[in-house]
C-alpha cells in the first residue's frame, strides 16, 4: 500500500535543508574547535558565530546583534523570558496569556501560578481569535508584568495580531513585557524588530515587542538550535547559568554548527520567501477547497480568522483521530491529530476546546502543514486517499450519522 512518504507534518519539524546541511559539515570536522578557546583556529569558529548572529539581525532588521541570544530552541527561550522577568522585576506578580499557548508557556505559566502569580488565560472564539477588548481589559498598569501571546497557532495556523497587542500594551504601561512565541512565524512572515520601525513597507513592525522566540527545526535548520530576541535596554534575568557565553546571558559552549545551519536556513528562507509563500497559499486554496468539496460533514478550523498559508486543520465529524492518523500512515502519509491521542491521553487538543470545536468532531480533527518542499502531486494523492479513509472509518463508528438510534 505505502509507496513513497508524503510529509505532511512541517508544523511538528522539518528535514534539513541540503544547504543548510552542506554549511554545517565542516564544523563537525575539521572545524571542531571550541570558540571560547585562545588559539587563532578557534577564534576562526567564533568569528563563524559572530557572523551567523550579524546575518540574522539584518534579517529581523534588530537595532544589533547582540539583541540576539541562541539557544537550544523556542522552549528554553520561553522559560528563559517568564522566569527570567519575573526574577528581574519582582513587584510585579500578573502574566497575560492565551488559552491556545504552545505548552512551553503554558506549563511554565502554571508554574508561575504556583509560585504566588495570577494568570490571566485570555479565551479564544469558534475561529481562534481572542478579543483585543479581552486583551485591553485584562491588562493592570503597574502590576502586570508580562504579556506572551504567540503569532502563530500551532495548531490551527491561526495568526494574533501581535503587532497591534504589543502596541497597546505600551501604550497602557511601557514597563509591561511583551513576548510572543513565533515558532509557527519566523521565516514565513518577514519582521521588523528596530525601534525606527520597518525598512520595507512588507516587514511587519514589531518595534513594541520585548521578546520573540524560536526554533529552527521549523524552517529547514535542524532540531537543538534556535534564537531569543531580547530588546537591548530590557530587564530579564539569565535562565542558564555556569558560563561566559553570550554575553553572560547563557552558560554554555554555543551549538556552532546548529548556529550556522540556523543562519544558513534563514538565509534560503528570506531569498525564496516570494516563491516560498505565493506556493504554499496555492496548495493551501486547493487542498482545503478539494477536501470540502470531496469529504461531507468537514469543517476547516480557523478558516474564518487571518492564518498561516501552510497550516490545515481539518475537523471530520463521526471518526476518531488516532484512526485517521494510522490509516494515513499506512499509505505513507505523515501527519498529526487535532487532538491529544498521540501522547497518549484520550484528551481532545486544548486549542481545539477552548475554540469549542463540537464534540462530533474534535476527536477527529486531522492538522496538514505544508512547506516549499510539497507539491500539488502529493496533495492529490492525499485527496485520493482521505476521502476513503473518512468513508472506512465512518461506517464503523457507531456515532456517525448513519449508525446513530437517536
Do not use: W
Not at 33 to 60: L, Q, W
Not at 154 to 169: M, Y
Not at 192 to 205: N, T
Amino acid at each position: 500500500m505505502q509507496n513513497s512518504i508524503i510529509y505532511v507534518d512541517n508544523n511538528a519539524t522539518t528535514c534539513v535543508a541540503p544547504e543548510v546541511f552542506e554549511a554545517m559539515k565542516p564544523f563537525f570536522g575539521p572545524e571542531y574547535f571550541n570558540p571560547s578557546s585562545m588559539y587563532p583556529s578557534a577564534g576562526n569558529v567564533a568569528r563563524e558565530i559572530k557572523s551567523a548572529r550579524e546575518k540574522i539581525a539584518g534579517f529581523f532588521n534588530m537595532d544589533t546583534e547582540n539583541e540576539i541570544l541562541f539557544t537550544s530552541g523556542a522552549t528554553e527561550g520561553n522559560n528563559h523570558v517568564i522566569f527570567g522577568s519575573a526574577a528581574a522585576n519582582p513587584t510585579r506578580k500578573h502574566i497575560i496569556t492565551t488559552m491556545v499557548e504552545h505548552p512551553a508557556v503554558l506549563e511554565v505559566c502554571r508554574e508561575m501560578e504556583r509560585r504566588g502569580y495570577r494568570v490571566t488565560y485570555l479565551p479564544v472564539d469558534r475561529q481562534g481569535r481572542v478579543s483585543k477588548a479581552d486583551f485591553v481589559r485584562a491588562l493592570e498598569p503597574g502590576n502586570t508584568l508580562l504579556v506572551s501571546i504567540m503569532h502563530a497557532n500551532n495548531e490551527t495556523g491561526v495568526k494574533f495580531p501581535i503587532q497591534d497587542l504589543a502596541r497597546i500594551t505600551k501604550e497602557t504601561d511601557p514597563e509591561i513585557l511583551f513576548h510572543t512565541d513565533a515558532t509557527q512565524a519566523v521565516s514565513k512572515i518577514p519582521y521588523s524588530l528596530s525601534k525606527d520601525g520597518p525598512k520595507s513597507p512588507l516587514s511587519m513592525d514589531l518595534r513594541y515587542v520585548d521578546f520573540l522566540s524560536c526554533s529552527g527545526h521549523k524552517f529547514h535548520a535542524p532540531k537543538g538550535a534556535g534564537f531569543l530576541y531580547i530588546r537591548k535596554g530590557t530587564r530579564v534575568r539569565p535562565f542558564l547559568i555556569g558560563g561566559h557565553q553570550e554575553g553572560g546571558r547563557r552558560g554554555g559552549t554555543e551549538n556552532v554548527p546548529y548556529i550556522v545551519g540556523m543562519a544558513t536556513a534563514l538565509e534560503i528562507a528570506f531569498r525564496s520567501y516570494f516563491e516560498d509563500h505565493g506556493k504554499l497559499m496555492e496548495l493551501q486554496r486547493y487542498f482545503e477547497s478539494e477536501l470540502l468539496a470531496r469529504i461531507p460533514d468537514v469543517e476547516i478550523n480557523g478558516t474564518e480568522a487571518d492564518r498561516m498559508p501552510n497550516t490545515t486543520n481539518v475537523s471530520c465529524h463521526f471518526v476518531e483521530g488516532e484512526s485517521i492518523l494510522y490509516e494515513l500512515s499506512e499509505y505513507g502519509i505523515y501527519a498529526s491529530s487535532g487532538s491529544a491521542c498521540t501522547s497518549g491521553s484520550l484528551e481532545p487538543s486544548h486549542v481545539l476546546r477552548a475554540m469549542k470545536v463540537p464534540f462530533t468532531a474534535i476527536h477527529g480533527s486531522t492538522r496538514f502543514s505544508f512547506s516549499r518542499y510539497n507539491t500539488r502531486e502529493e496533495m492529490d494523492r492525499i485527496l485520493e486517499v482521505f476521502p476513503e479513509i473518512i468513508a472506512r472509518l465512518r461506517a464503523a463508528s457507531p456515532f456517525s450519522r448513519e449508525n446513530r438510534h437517536d
